[in-house]
């Protein structure tokens, strides 16, 4: 029973225009949420994360949205760019981190 | 900068051998972990461990084992590799606190068992 979903593996999105990635989940004890970036052959970098105090959080072009409510969390990227195609991942924490299953994003010129 | 590092980017391995995986963190962290990811499955946590010589099962803990006798250290063994154990392998380690923790990770090991 997956409680971190990603229901897209995949998204493809021109540069300059927005990137928005999802994620669901299951369980409303969980109360931090981060997104991970991960490029092949590497490790996952920590991107941003949020606390379930907040709603939204935003670092440069990176901007994560929580919905408690819906069990919803959003990555927006604006303007994404060439070098922000890789895997993310968002994870959920009430301790331990629990991760979704990633979206591969593809910025094109 | 946190720095995670691991003893190899690729192994190549034979069924049945013994594998050691090694990670090294140097910012004091209590807390390290191992995952494996697959493609379509994310990333699944193998073991995990709070403290010197402590140690607790993951999700998918089965046919693996850890030791960790320094802070700054943390081994995962494959007992007898499997073609199954084929993967890429990630170590992560992160501040003591639980919940609210940012984990770190190291550049992987991607290991193929023939």
């Excluded at chain 1, 897209?8 to 109360?31: A, K």
């Excluded at chain 2, 972990?33 to 140690?55: A, C, E, H, N, T």
């Amino acid at each position: 029973d997956q409680q971190v979903k990603q229901n897209s593996p995949s998204l493809s999105v021109q540069e300059g225009r927005i990137s928005i990635l999802n994620c669901d989940y299951t369980n409303s004890m969980f109360d931090y949420f981060l997104w991970y970036k991960k490029y092949p052959a590497e490790g996952p970098t920590f991107l941003i994360s949020i606390s379930s105090i907040k709603d939204k959080n935003e670092d440069g072009r990176f901007t994560v949205f929580l919905n408690k409510s819906a069990k919803h969390l959003s990555l927006h990227i604006v303007p994404s760019q060439p070098g922000d195609s890789a895997v993310y991942f968002c994870a959920a924490s009430p301790d331990k981190l629990i991760f979704g299953t990633g979206t591969r994003l593809q910025v094109f010129p | 900068d946190v720095k995670v590092t691991q003893s190899s980017r690729y192994l190549v391995k034979r069924t049945g051998e013994k594998v050691f995986l090694e990670c090294v963190q140097d910012m004091d962290h209590e807390n390290m972990f191992w995952y494996r990811q697959d493609p379509g499955l994310g990333l699944r946590l193998i073991y995990f461990s709070y403290d010197v010589k402590m140690k607790e099962k993951g999700d998918i803990p089965e046919g693996y084992s850890v030791s960790r006798e320094k802070k700054e250290r943390f081994s995962l063994i494959l007992e007898s590799a499997s073609t199954n154990q084929t993967s890429m392998y990630l170590c992560a380690s992160g501040a003591r606190g639980l919940g609210q923790e940012t984990q770190y990770f190291g550049p992987g090991t991607r290991l193929l068992v023939l």
